[in-house]
């Protein structure tokens, strides 16, 4: 089993920065890829970022391209998710999940593929 917490989320103004933390445990860490989604209100499960086990190819919605970038720290058992220039549409419960590290790159965003999730955080970006 693995589990998943997320943290860091949060209040903050449009064009602000937020860093989210997702610590993980229960298995070896380097031997998943990671990813954030995240859900607004009223909307679908929406994918956000993900990074390949070693963290060398990392892979990001078009919505937050360029705004949001994301790291892993594998002594640490911990994936990141640096949002920057926040915006209103950002807001939602954003959620770290774990999968095998098998297909990432021709299925980053497919929510079903990963096998784990944490609880989700609020990031909350008022105008």
């Known amino acids: 089993q693995v589990q998943l917490v997320e943290s860091g989320g949060g209040l903050v103004q449009a064009g602000g920065s937020l860093k989210l933390s997702c610590a993980a445990s229960?298995?070896?860490?380097?031997?998943?890829?990671m990813g954030w989604f995240r859900r607004a209100p009223g909307k679908d499960r929406e994918f956000v970022a993900a990074?390949?086990?070693?963290?060398?190819?990392?892979y990001f919605a078009d919505s937050v391209k360029g705004r949001f970038t994301i790291s892993r720290d594998k002594y640490k058992n911990t994936v990141y998710l640096q949002m920057n220039t926040l915006k209103p549409e950002d807001t939602a419960v954003y959620y770290c999940?774990?999968?095998?590290?098998?297909?990432?790159?021709?299925?980053?965003?497919?929510?079903?593929?990963?096998?784990?999730w944490g609880q989700g955080t609020q990031v909350t970006v008022s105008s």
């Open positions: 999940a774990a999968r095998g590290d098998y297909g990432l790159a021709d299925t980053p965003h497919v929510a079903i593929r990963y096998s784990y």
């Open positions: 990074i390949s086990w070693s963290g060398g190819n990392m």
């Open positions: 229960g298995r070896p860490f380097s031997s998943y890829a």
